[in-house]
């Protein structure tokens, strides 16, 4: 160790007097190097077009979903490879069940749908916990939409906004189910804030329910587009005035293998009838 210290202090003297000395081998003046740079402001360069810099989209830690995208709801469509994935049950005792079906032998985009079964004898619920919390501001309109088909009997479908405390802080009235597949929406204001929350989507009734693409959204997006963007992040993104978005970027191009790479003509059209990328 000893031995080691001592040879990386000659190197570095010997570095040191190496730099010190000119062509010549005379000790160079310091002052002597200094260099003057002389900036004329009233005589620009040449021009450079705003086309020339602009953003860079990339879907990690949230960029898309949870971040730009406005949806609030995580794996709201049961899509996952994990199909609760994102999502608590809650199921008191002699209540009744829950059951994820999957037919994607009919339908390869959406294929997955719950299946909820009511004995009458208390709520079944549903909690999602949102990307790692779901936000929500005081006095805010949300808009919470679904889709479900009545089998038999009767059910009703309310949802719930929790604070991290898992106390409601917003709610929306039962809504009665009836007929074949309909797509359902509501609008509410949230009664205070919290950054951590969740959604709890909660049944009750006495039958069988097939439920399916749960959603929430804040009513004022990026220019007030249904479903749209989140407006506090685009208006930086859209002050920047940038020349160009560079979309898509980074590891979404190539996916985890050829088979899930990033394929635009997916992403496009209704929502309902898009196929989940990883």
Same mark, same amino acid.
């Given at each position: 160790m000893k031995k080691l210290f001592f040879l990386l202090i000659t190197a570095g003297a010997v570095f040191i007097a190496a730099a010190q000395k000119t062509n010549n081998g005379k000790s160079q003046d310091k002052s002597a190097a200094r260099r003057m740079l002389t900036v004329t402001v009233k005589k620009p360069g040449p021009a450079i077009s705003p086309r020339m810099w602009g953003i %860079?989209?990339?879907?990690?830690?949230? #960029? /898309?979903?949870? #971040?730009?995208?406005?949806?609030?709801?995580?794996?709201?469509? *049961?899509? %996952?490879?994990?199909?609760?994935?994102?999502?608590?049950? #809650?199921?008191?005792?002699?209540? #009744?069940? &829950?059951?994820?079906?999957?037919?994607?032998? /009919?339908?390869?985009?959406?294929?997955?749908? /719950?299946?909820i079964t009511l004995n009458g004898k208390g709520e079944i619920s549903l909690t999602n916990e949102g990307f790692r919390g779901i936000g929500l501001h005081k006095e805010e309109p949300y808009e919470f939409t679904f889709y479900a088909k009545l089998i038999n009997g009767s059910a009703a479908v309310r949802a719930e906004l929790l604070n991290a405390a898992g106390n409601p802080v917003g709610f929306t009235m039962a809504e009665s189910l009836s007929g074949d597949w309909k797509k359902y929406s509501i609008r509410f204001t949230a009664t205070d804030t919290a950054?951590?929350?969740?959604?709890?989507?909660? %049944?009750?009734?006495?039958?069988? &329910?097939?439920?399916?693409? *749960?959603?929430?959204?804040?009513?004022?997006?990026?220019?007030?587009?249904?479903?749209?963007?989140?407006?506090?992040?685009?208006?930086?993104?859209?002050?920047?005035k940038p020349g160009f978005l560079r979309f898509p970027g980074g590891c979404i191009v190539e996916g985890k293998e050829l088979a899930n790479r990033y394929q635009w003509k997916t992403t496009v059209g209704n929502p309902e009838e898009r196929k989940l990328i990883m």
């Open positions: %860079f989209f990339e879907d990690i830690n949230f #960029g /898309a979903d949870g #971040g730009l995208y406005a949806e609030l709801i995580k794996n709201g469509s *049961f899509e %996952f490879p994990a199909p609760l994935m994102g999502w608590r049950q #809650g199921i008191p005792e002699g209540a #009744g069940s &829950l059951l994820i079906v999957n037919r994607s032998a /009919a339908d390869e985009s959406n294929p997955r749908y /719950a299946e950054q951590k929350g969740k959604c709890r989507i909660v %049944f009750s009734g006495n039958g069988k &329910l097939q439920t399916d693409r *749960f959603s929430l959204f804040p009513v004022h997006t990026w220019k007030d587009q249904p479903a749209g963007l989140r407006r506090d992040l685009v208006e930086k993104l859209a002050a920047l």
